[in-house]
């Protein structure tokens, strides 16, 4: 069963940058696919950026120009580096992965993104 454990989050002030990792375990091989979403409401995530194993990449349009995102294919790590952070960025920041294109994906626990001066 894969596992997704996120890390990175903290608190930052306005205008500052961070960077989220998130890494699989229990899978032999690459994963498909991954990406970042946050939460949005009690029942909502939004998608944030995925990149696919072949290194493609797709932006939501609030995160295009300010956040990046990338992976060690090899390792199963992805990453998110986020700059000019406001605090409508506060949320709380998770990892989801694919095995394949048939897979509903797994998502990690999360990881607390709080930008405040």
């Known amino acids: 069963q894969v596992l997704l454990v996120e890390s990175g989050g903290d608190l930052v002030e306005p205008g500052g940058s961070l960077k989220l990792s998130c890494t699989a375990f229990?899978?032999?091989?690459?994963?498909?696919?991954m990406a970042w979403y946050r939460q949005v409401s009690e029942n909502q995530r939004e998608l944030i950026a995925a990149?696919?194993?072949?290194?493609?990449?797709n932006y939501t349009d609030f995160a295009k120009g300010r956040f990046t995102v990338s992976r060690d294919g090899a390792e199963n790590k992805v990453h998110l580096q986020m700059s000019g952070l406001k605090p409508d960025d506060t949320g709380r920041y998770y990892c989801?992965?694919?095995?394949?294109?048939?897979?509903?994906?797994?998502w990690g626990q999360g990881t607390q993104v709080t930008v405040s001066s």
């Open positions: 990149i696919a194993l072949g290194g493609n990449t």
């Open positions: 229990g899978i032999i091989g690459p994963l498909n696919a």
């Open positions: 989801r992965g694919w095995i394949n294109r048939f897979d509903t994906g797994t």
